[in-house]
Each structure stands twice: as C-alpha cells, then as structure tokens.
Nanobody
C-alpha cells in the first residue's frame, strides 16, 4: 500500500506563498492520480487540486484557480502544491491523497496532513 507524507505547512501572512510537498512510497497502482484536499475547523473536507500521474492532467477547485499550482516529480515520487496569494480563508489542514485515475477528485488513501495558517 502507498504511504504518503506531507511537509511544508506553516504560518504565513495574507498575500504570501507556501509550497507543500507529499512524498509517496510503497506500492502504487499502474495508473493513478494524486491530489490535495483541505479541512478547516468546523468544515467538511474539500477538494483543492489533483493531477493524473500518467498525463499530467490537472484539476482545481474554483476557489484556488489562478493561485495554486499542483505539480509532480516522478523521479522523486513527490507531489507538490505551490500556493500563492494566500488568504485567511485558505487556513486549514492540507492532506495529500492518492486518488482514482478515472476520477482524480475521488480519494482512496490519505496522508496525515500538514497545517497551513494564513494570518490577516
């Protein structure tokens, strides 16, 4: 089974940037996708962005389009989320997930999460 370990969270002022990383190890399907989700206190977990490993197709939530960029490094088996123009509303625990190749927004395995806090 795949193991996912996130890093890169922290405290940043509004308008600032952060880059999250998710290192994947272990057994992965021949075709899969990976994504980022987030959960703010008192709110449901929501989709942020996903990328299909085979063809680099990317998918974004409307709330982050134009500000966040998802990417991958196949050699390092690492997923990234570059977050620019951060807003206090982006404050949440960000979780990396292995997602379905046929539906990259559908997670089936989670990392432990990393906290992102954006101050106003």
């Amino acid at each position: 089974q795949v193991q996912l370990v996130e890093s890169g969270g922290g405290l940043v002022q509004a308008g600032g940037s952060l880059r999250l990383s998710c290192a994947a190890s272990g057994r992965t399907p021949s075709r899969y996708a990976m994504g980022w989700f987030r959960q703010a206190p008192g709110k449901e977990r929501e989709f942020v962005a996903a990328i299909r490993w085979s063809d680099d197709s990317t998918y974004y939530a409307d709330s982050v389009k134009g500000r966040f960029t998802i990417s991958r490094d196949s050699a390092k088996n690492t997923l990234y989320l570059q977050m620019n123009s951060l807003e206090p509303e982006d404050t949440a625990v960000y979780l990396c997930a292995a997602t379905a190749w046929g539906d990259p927004k559908r997670p089936y395995h989670w990392g432990q999460g990393t906290q992102v806090t954006v101050s106003s």
